[in-house]
């Protein structure tokens, strides 16, 4: 059994008027440790499915488990990062670091120690008591993903993360990233719309359908020439090609 599992999973809005299904059977299997990328068109609920893993959510049909244990509410076991950081422009980084530790009340005095430690680590230490302001958006993007490790999370749910960066610092952020979820052993959940992305960051990539949508492929992203390349290293690779026209095709 996998850490996440949805089973069965149908989502569907209701207003006066209508039913509006968003999702259909929806079965995933997602293991501890795995980095799973999450394509479709746009509109197709991918964002939702993150919403249902994280319990905020609650699916018409099916169940969503974690660790065995069906989800009904949010969990501590769940962080998130989003498209934008959203920094507190009024605190600095340190104190923005401590956010999701002071929410979920855990020992300020070991929160900081960690938060001070991750950004030692991940070469920010010098920056703990600059604003966000003095930041470029790369690095407000990895102070936002050491915000979320802070409050010792063990999966992670990444919503479209570098699309609001430019395109240079989207690819060494996300190196960076990958490396980082690697390395703290965190299973992560990619939403995004670059397949390049996709494929050169996860271990398996899902292909979701138009609406209602349910994961229509899932291909297990391996290359000949090993499993540890980076991802620039990835999209140089003799396979990379063959996964991108796939999905691409699928996707038209």
């Known amino acids: 059994m996998g850490q996440i599992e949805l089973t069965g999973v149908g ?45 905020m959510l609650k699916p018409t049909v099916g169940t969503v488990k974690i660790d065995g244990n069906e989800v009904t509410s949010t969990s501590p076991k769940v962080g998130y990062m989003l498209q934008h950081d959203h920094l507190f422009e009024w605190r600095d980084v340190l104190s923005n670091l401590m956010v999701g530790a002071e929410i979920r009340r855990m020992d300020r005095g070991k929160a900081k120690h960690k938060a001070l430690e991750l950004l030692q680590r991940y070469g920010l230490g010098e920056f703990a008591h600059h604003n966000p302001a003095q930041l470029s958006g790369g690095m407000r993007q990895r102070v936002a993903l050491i915000r979320t490790l802070v409050a010792e999370p063990d999966i992670l749910l990444l919503d479209e993360p570098f699309s609001a960066l430019d395109y240079q610092t989207r690819l060494t952020l996300s190196e960076e990233v990958l490396q980082i979820i690697k390395d703290q052993g965190k299973t992560a959940v990619l939403v995004t719309h670059d397949l390049s992305e996709a494929i050169s960051m996860a271990d398996r990539v899902m292909v979701m359908s138009k609406r209602p949508s349910t994961i229509s492929t899932v291909y297990s992203i391996q290359f000949d020439e090993g499993d540890d390349l980076s991802p620039w290293k990835k999209r140089e690779a003799g396979r990379y090609n063959e996964y991108f026209n796939a999905i691409w095709k699928e996707l038209e």
Request: net charge negative; glycine share 12%.
């Open 11 to 55: 989502l569907s809005y209701f207003t006066l008027k209508q039913e509006t299904e968003a999702l259909r059977d929806i079965n995933l299997s997602i293991d501890r440790g795995e980095f799973i990328s999450i394509v479709g068109p746009s509109g197709c609920g991918k964002s939702t499915l993150l919403s249902l893993v994280s319990g």
